[in-house]
């Protein structure tokens, strides 16, 4: 007997639910209201005979017929209202009910009457919810209870004549063994209704999805292949049988391929693999193989019956090649960009190296030039030596610019840290700018708190940090202006902060702060001379200390870098932490075989 807890039989389920495809629930209703009818219509036929039985005294008739008359009336009328358990549970009752007068009736212990009150839990467990079955068994237990007592006392003389009860207890069994078979028979009937469409429905879905799906038996061979394995394959279906997947693979992809069948086959286990298989075209001139790759995802049918049984196989096989060439695509121009930058950075290397050594000589012999070394210049050819000199430096910054640069991008800037006072590094670096500031009538006001802790870190680069923050803020600040600098903590890191009040950023350009070779003010009629590699350097250089650069910014009202370096450094120093438990000690090295020097005397 099969359970209608798979037809969803609950009393949350109205009518909406029941029209909406759900085909077993509503024959489940179809059932409930044509049992009612049965049990209606044999209650009506046998209402003639039963008032005639009461008019020669015998009442059992016309109270079963009456039972069964109200119990499929008020059936009729629940499900009218769509509480289609309830009406279910209704004709149990009243099947039990009446199984209970006839036992009442009949003397013996085993009588008619309590097979058919037992027909009411099989109809309830046909028709009803979980909830409804274990209300009837445990009802039936009441009715054979009762039955059991009030059986032997019989009724008989009360109720109905001997040929009155027979008649009756066989009329009703028969009815209601009548309405359980009805039942049972339209279950089955939904049962199979509902599998065909499942069925019909999976083989739709297999026969349209997109990627091929292949089923193997156990043994390894081909069971189905759906219709969009030929067009991933090429060929026709039935091709794919007997060694037509296993010679379709790439000789490099065999072994990938067999063994996460096996794993699927014998051990169970999903496994997804990208393999290249060949592609017919029936079409091509040449009969040149073609292979693509494809993306395979190996499930097991997990129904075996014994315990050393292999497992069926379901694959899903789907066309990557177009991710593949992508993927292969990104490889090729990332590679090409990084040999492409490799290249920047060794152009700007040598270049830097070969402007580098002619500029010292300008610079020098310049400076001998102003100083009078070489003899006492006039006023203009001093004037042209101190310009000389002053264009010398300038391009001597940016070729060194350069090279910190491309030192930074090829990863080849290192660092060396020390302990040192995080309040000289400003004091330091202010005279370094005074005479750029006094160009410019800029005003400079520093702060450096006082107690600081000693900083980790390269003393050298924090000054040339420094140096780039400052030479930025005065730059870019109007004649006059001001320029703000302070040194501080900040939890477990030093705060540089350095602040102008002149011409600002937009959001825009904020947001490619540290870019190199990135000006605000682009083209040849910018104001403001520069590269643009003055923060990138700022940035890599507090990337190399493990710290961060932030920038605020609003135009016209000027620009506030920060700079975090932490106080520990790029790298933890190793007193301040536990020390590390290794859990695997590492192998000691063996001691290396040193073999004799024997000499050899030939004989």
């Given amino acids: 007997m099969r359970s209608l807890k798979f037809f969803g039989a609950s009393s949350g389920i109205g009518k909406s639910y029941a029209g909406s495809g759900n085909r077993p629930e509503v024959l489940r209703r179809e059932t409930i209201v044509n049992s009612a009818r049965i049990l209606l219509g044999a209650a009506a036929a046998g209402m003639a005979p039963a008032m005639y039985g009461l008019l020669t005294g015998a009442a059992l008739p016309f109270l079963l017929a009456t039972l069964i008359l109200a119990g499929a009336s008020l059936s009729l009328t629940m499900a009218a209202r769509g509480q289609h358990d309830f009406a279910a549970m209704v004709q149990s009752v009243a099947i039990m009910v009446s199984g209970l007068v006839l036992s009442i009736a009949d003397p013996r212990l085993a ?3 309590l097979a058919m009150a037992l027909m009411g839990p099989v109809l309830a467990a046909l028709l009803g919810p979980g909830t409804m079955r274990r209300l009837s068994w445990a009802g039936l237990g009441a009715v054979l209870v009762i039955g059991l007592l009030a059986g032997p006392v019989g009724l008989v003389d009360t109720l109905a004549e001997g040929q009155w009860l027979m008649v009756s207890s066989a009329t009703g069994f028969l009815v209601a063994v009548g309405v359980v078979a009805y039942s049972a028979h339209r279950i089955n009937a939904a049962y199979e209704v509902n599998d065909k469409a499942q069925i019909s429905a999976y083989r739709h879905l297999i026969e349209h999805v ?6 193997f038996a156990s043994d390894g061979s081909l069971l189905m292949a759906s219709r969009s394995s030929e067009r991933l394959f090429g060929c026709q279906r039935f091709q794919l049988n007997g060694s037509g997947i296993g010679e379709r693979l790439h000789v490099l992809d065999r072994p990938t391929y067999l063994t996460a069948f096996a794993d699927a086959n014998q051990g169970g286990r999903n496994r997804t693999i990208e393999v290249r298989l060949r592609r017919d075209d029936p079409h091509a001139a040449q009969a040149m193989p073609r292979f693509i790759w494809v993306e395979v995802q190996l499930s097991p049918v997990l129904d075996r019956d014994g315990d050393d049984a292999r497992y069926e196989v379901i694959a899903l096989m789907r066309d990557v090649t177009e991710r593949k060439d992508s993927e292969r695509a990104m490889a090729d121009a990332r590679r090409v960009a990084e040999e492409a930058s490799q290249a920047k950075s060794r152009f700007l290397a040598t270049i830097g190296h070969e402007l580098r050594t002619p500029l010292n000589a300008v610079v020098g012999f310049s400076e001998m030039m102003t100083s009078g070394i070489g003899g006492e210049l006039s006023d203009t050819h001093r004037e042209y030596a101190g310009l000389i000199h002053k264009s ?3 391009l001597l910054e940016v070729v060194g610019m350069l090279l910190d640069m491309s030192k930074i991008e090829a990863g080849r800037f290192e660092i060396q840290t020390d302990q040192i006072d995080a309040g000289a590094i400003l004091p330091a670096c202010l005279p370094m700018v005074e005479t750029l500031a006094e160009e410019r009538g ?37 004649e006059g202006g ?18 102008d009040r002149g011409i600002g950023m937009a959001p825009e350009a904020l947001k490619r702060i540290g870019e190199p070779f990135f000006q605000v003010q682009d083209g040849l009629s910018r104001k403001y001379e520069g590269t643009g590699l003055g923060l990138s350097i700022v940035k890599g250089l ?22 975090l370096l932490p106080i520990n450094g790029p790298a933890t120093k190793p007193g301040e932490t536990a020390d590390i438990l290794h859990l695997h000690p590492e192998p000691t090295t063996a001691a290396p ?7 050899r005397k030939a004989q």
């Fill in 111 to 113: 009588d008619p009457g």
């Fill in 210 to 215: 997109q990627d091929a799906v292949l089923r």
């Fill in 392 to 394: 010398g430096r300038h």
């Fill in 442 to 478: 800029v005003s400079i006001v520093s702060e450096v708190e006082a107690g600081l802790p000693l900083l980790n870190a390269d003393e050298r680069v924090c000054r040339q940090i420094l140096l780039n923050l400052l030479s930025n803020a005065i730059k870019f600040s109007h």
């Fill in 482 to 499: 001001q320029v703000s600098v302070s040194v501080r903590r900040q939890g477990t890191a030093i705060n540089v902060s350095v602040r």
């Fill in 542 to 563: 507090v990337e190399l200390h493990g710290g961060t650069l932030r920038a605020m910014s609003e135009i016209g009202a000027g620009t506030t870098v920060t700079v």
């Fill in 593 to 599: 075989v040193t073999w004799p020097n024997e000499k």
